[in-house]
């Protein structure tokens, strides 16, 4: 019987609501909002840890990207679409979560994965024939799986062919680019700075930094759109600016050991893709400014640390975040997060009379992609 029912292909795709509230976009609701901030420990300079739980969004293990899927798959069901493909590295959590929530919705799921052939065990999205972590997750989701060796970009590469030959056959597929790093999918976390704003006044907490990962740039760009919304609406209201925390991106995934360059890389991608959610929304670019978008590069020059590669700092960071907070980092987005929160503290980079809040995106899965990842030989 259960078979059957597993087999059965009469379900029929739910169709997502037209959000009034921002413009009559379709969107499914698919997380639990709003997510938990919890209170951290206290750091060294007597400043208050926060961190905003955004690992607990619900579906699939959850994650920062659901936020983002919310509109994109919305789009995708607006469109008639019936097949979703999106690409990442191999440990991909955005991969694991469209894959989740393909199964959910009724959409047929491809999913392109890369591997960069690295030998150094310190990598840690490698191809596996016994799939584990988020891989693993994909597959028990029901998804398609293709591997190519190479760069993220050759698997976005390789998806944008799926999808035109799916389309050759009669299908409607949906391509969502790396990360649902696009306008659309960066409304999820323009709806989520206000989100985060109207939890800490709640609680009567100030907040001066918020630090995310930045790896493909959709989650900080639409942070800084929501900022900028924000500080619009309170200037008409009498909020100071002072009092909106700046939001600071620590940048896991360096285009360079150069950090300018590396720093200006990131600054175009995340400027670009605030632009087009501004357009998306709307609303003008010049309520965007310069100091909106803060980015620091602690994996870049002498201590250069590619995209899926660990480090000591954020070894460490795991640990802190094990044994200080109780919560799990994985070791490719938010462990470096951390370790850039923590280098920043050490280094007394920050406002002593206000609080920093770690935006904690998600990832659990990784840890796992890789025996003994921390206390191994």
């Known amino acids: ?39 951290g420990p206290v750091l060294p300079s007597g400043r208050r840890l926060w961190i905003k739980r955004d690992d607990l969004t619900g579906i699939g293990l959850g994650g920062n990207k659901l936020r983002k899927l919310e509109f994109l798959l919305g789009q995708a069901s607006l469109n008639g679409c019936d097949v979703i493909i999106t690409s990442g590295a191999a440990q991909s959590n955005h991969c694991r979560l469209v894959a989740a929530c393909g199964a959910m919705l009724g959409f047929e799921v491809h999913l392109v994965l890369a591997s960069n052939d690295s030998s150094d065990q310190k990598l840690h999205n490698p191809i596996s024939s016994k799939p584990s972590g988020n891989q693993l997750l994909m597959e028990l989701f029901g998804a398609t799986l293709h591997f190519v060796q190479g760069s993220v970009n050759n698997a976005q590469d390789e998806a944008s062919s ?51 990962s930045l790896s493909t740039g959709g989650t900080l760009a639409g942070l800084c759109v929501g900022r900028a919304l924000f500080r619009q609406a309170g200037l008409r209201s ?17 285009s360079s050991n150069d950090v300018t360059a590396a720093l200006q890389n990131a600054k175009d991608k995340v400027k670009q893709i605030s632009w087009e959610c501004l357009e998306v929304l709307k609303r003008e670019r010049s309520i965007l ?9 602690p994996f870049s020059g002498d201590n250069y640390t590619p995209y899926g590669f660990t480090s000591p700092e954020s070894d460490d960071a795991m640990i802190f975040g094990a044994r200080r907070c109780g919560i799990i980092l994985d070791p490719t987005y938010t462990a470096k997060a951390m370790a850039g929160l923590l280098i920043c503290e050490m280094n007394g980079d920050f406002d002593k009379a206000s609080d920093p809040m770690f935006l904690h995106t998600g990832g659990h899965p990784a840890f796992f992609a890789q025996e003994n990842p921390l206390f191994g030989d």
């Open 289 to 297: 400014k310069e100091g909106d978008i803060n980015i620091i590069e």
């Open 1 to 39: 019987m259960l078979k059957t029912y597993l087999e059965d292909t009469s379900i029929e795709l739910e169709k997502p609501q037209l959000d009034t509230a921002i413009g009559g976009l379709a969107r499914f609701r698919l997380g639990s909002w709003p997510t938990v901030i919890d209170k």
């Open 162 to 212: 799926i999808a035109k030959a799916l389309l050759e056959q009669g299908r409607k597929p949906y391509e969502i680019v790396p990360g649902g790093s696009n306008g659309l999918g960066a409304i999820g976390y323009a709806i989520a700075f206000s989100e985060i704003m109207n939890q800490m006044q709640s609680r009567s907490a100030r907040v001066g930094e918020i630090y995310v």
């Open 238 to 254: 009498g909020i100071s600016p002072k009092k909106i925390p700046k939001l600071v991106g620590v940048d896991v995934a360096p």
